[in-house]
Every structure is written in structure tokens, then in C-alpha cells.
């Protein structure tokens, strides 16, 4: 979950992360506390859309107006946005409206923004989006995927840009997502209750140790988090430069071809996250272990389930990896199997007695 999450810091176009899990496996905590690792960034000054002072492409209506007409627009540093998208949200709140104040008191169509217009160069993190209504899913993932919200309203035509990382989380046993809208998430990861005891234990402490002085906790984190945070910047500042080899890039769409994954959105998102998994880790250069540590986060949830296949996603995935990048490997744990299948059944028709009907020639 951890390495999802800032593989999206490092490269916000893979594509957000979706995680589905046990309750009170700290989804949420892990979320709320990417904010934290994230630099500030540069607004111009009052805009309701985080517009960049100098991009025009991240520039909100009234901004790029100002911009265009030769205007410098005033900077200020604020943090990286993280806005939640509650369940009860409606269209118009998400995608913003009619501002009803401006048209009473001067007569006028003005644009009232949204939460896309608040979520634009940070983060939209939905929680339980498995029980969000399917048309408002739609509408935020379109606008994740394009990076522009169009509205068309009660006489208002306007477009913003909207690019953020979509963050999605949810409890499985509560309901699952369309296979539509979970292949418009770039990851996926299942979160289960760690079976170590002491690392269970280790939680709990932090936890109490939070909750009786939670500055004194973060104080202690502190030196941790500003390593990580650097971290982060450095990976992201080199992204530019880490290059993957062809037979690479070749090798994971022959990956994808072999498990039947629907589109290309996998191929792309399964290259973006091998590279910035090597930037992350201070490298020029994708190496097939690169792939392969991710590989199964960019394809688990695009695999077509069927509920009567006894072999889960992850471990097809993981097949088909080793096929392609390992083949003597695969031929060989291939040859294991048939032996041990002939094996069995050998055994199985030697212990019959004879005269029964498994003995009969």
C-alpha cells in the first residue's frame, strides 16, 4: 500500500491508487498522511482552482484570462490539497454550479467551483467508493483520466483543469466496483490485519502513544518523515531521466497479451510505475525487478475473474511474469508439476485393491 501510494507522489499519471480492505487496517491513516510527505506548491494567489502561476495547461478560467492578457499573476505557497469526497456528495457539489448569490445580487451567471476544482494538483481521496453512487464514479474517474472538468449547466459552459491522484478505498464484504471503473485506477492493493504478532503490537503502541500526545509522537517522526519527504523529491525531480530498454517495455505487453488484460491501460500504467519505482530508488534505469515488484499492482484488479477459477488473480499474474521474464525457470517448474501429478496418480492406482473397479483393466 505504502509503495503504491508514493509511486502516485513520484508520478501522479500512473493513474491513483485503489485499496480495498479489512476494516481498521489503517487505509484512511495512510491516505491523510501523504499530505504530510508532499511539497508545497505554487498558487496564484486567491484562485479557488490551485492554478499554476506559470503553466497555462494548470491555469483555471479567470486565471488564464488574466495570464493571457500579459498579467503576472501573485504567487503564494500553500500545501499540497487533500480533498475528501463524501458519500453524500452530490453532481452539482463535485463539479461545482451556478453561484446562486452572485446571479440574486448582480444579476449574473457565475460559476460556483466544486470539489475537482479544489482536488486540482493534489489529492481526491474518496472513502468507501465502493458505495458511491455509480453515475458520481463515473464522473470523477472521467475527469482523473482526462484532467479536465466540464461542466455544461443552467446556461454555464466552462472547463477547468482537474488533475489529481485519485485515491480509492473501500471494505470488500460491503459490495465490489464495476470492472469498468477499476480498470480507470492505475493500482490496486488488498490490505489484510498483519498475522505478526509483534508488529500488531508495535501498531497498538503507536497507536496509544498517538493518542496521548500526538506532538510528541510527531515530533519523534519528524527526522523519518523529512528523510522520506526528500526522498520523494529527489525521485520526482529525476523521473525525467530514468529510461527502460524497448525489450523491456516489450516483454510487460507480452505479460499483458498472455493474461488477456482488456485495453492498454495496463501496458502504460505498468511501464509509468517501473520507472518511477526506479526513481524512487535513486536509478537511471529499469531492470526487470523493477517490473516485477509491480507488475502485480498494475494488473491484479484488470484480470477478468471468474468465480469457479480456483487460481486467484495475484498468483496468475505471477505465472505470467515468471513465463515471460523466466522461462527455463516456468519450463521447469512446469516439468516439477507433471511429475508429481504422475506420481500421484500412480500411487493412487497402486493402493486400490484389485478386483474393484479401479483395478479392472
Not at 536509478?283 to 486467484?312: G, S, Y
Request: contains cysteine; hydrophobic residues 40%; charged residues 25%.
Amino acid at each position: 500500500m505504502k509503495l503504491a501510494l508514493m509511486l502516485n507522489v513520484v508520478d501522479p499519471t500512473v493513474g491513483g491508487v485503489l485499496i480495498m480492505g479489512d476494516r481498521g487496517t489503517g487505509k484512511s491513516v495512510a491516505v491523510r498522511a501523504m499530505v504530510d510527505l508532499l511539497p508545497e506548491i505554487e498558487v496564484a494567489a486567491g484562485d479557488p482552482f490551485n492554478s499554476h502561476p506559470t503553466d497555462p495547461k494548470l491555469m483555471g478560467p479567470d486565471a488564464l484570462q488574466r495570464f493571457r492578457a500579459g498579467e503576472q499573476l501573485p504567487v503564494e505557497r500553500v500545501p499540497t490539497p487533500l480533498v475528501e469526497l463524501p458519500l453524500g456528495a452530490t453532481e452539482d457539489r463535485i463539479c461545482g454550479t451556478i453561484d446562486i448569490e452572485k446571479a440574486l445580487q448582480e444579476g449574473v451567471k457565475a460559476y460556483e467551483p466544486g470539489l475537482l476544482a479544489k482536488a486540482n494538483r493534489g489529492i481526491l481521496y474518496v472513502d468507501e467508493v465502493n458505495l458511491l453512487d455509480d453515475g458520481l464514479v463515473d464522473v470523477v474517474l472521467d475527469s482523473a483520466a482526462s484532467g479536465v472538468n466540464t461542466v455544461e449547466r443552467e446556461g454555464v459552459s466552462i472547463a477547468h483543469p482537474a488533475r489529481f491522484i485519485m485515491i480509492g478505498s473501500g471494505n470488500p464484504q460491503e459490495g465490489e466496483l464495476r470492472p469498468q471503473l477499476l480498470d480507470r485506477f492505475g493500482m490496486s492493493v488488498n490490505v489484510t490485519t498483519m498475522p505478526s504478532i509483534a508488529s500488531r503490537t508495535r501498531m497498538v503502541m503507536d497507536r496509544l502513544a498517538f493518542e496521548k500526545d500526538p506532538d510528541a509522537f510527531c515530533a519523534a517522526a519528524e527526522e523519518e518523515q523529512v528523510q522520506l519527504r526528500a526522498r520523494l523529491t529527489a525521485a520526482t525531480e529525476r523521473l525525467e531521466q530514468v529510461r527502460m530498454a524497448d525489450g523491456l517495455r516489450l516483454q510487460i505487453s507480452e505479460v499483458c497479451s498472455l493474461l488477456d488484460v482488456d485495453g492498454i491501460r495496463g501496458d502504460m500504467t505498468v511501464n509509468k510505475a517501473a520507472t518511477a519505482l526506479a526513481a524512487l530508488e535513486a536509478r537511471d534505469e529499469v531492470t526487470p525487478a523493477d517490473v516485477q515488484r509491480v507488475i502485480a499492482l498494475c494488473l491484479n484488479h484488470r484480470m477478468r475473474k471468474d468465480p469457479l477459477d480456483p487460481i486467484d488473480s495475484g498468483t496468475k499474474v505471477a505465472l505470467g511474469v515468471q513465463r515471460i521474464f523466466n522461462p527455463r525457470k516456468a519450463q521447469e517448474e512446469a516439468a516439477r508439476k507433471k511429475k508429481q501429478a504422475e506420481e500421484a496418480a500412480a500411487a493412487a492406482k497402486a493402493s486400490k485393491k484389485k478386483g474393484s473397479w479401479g483395478g479392472l483393466p
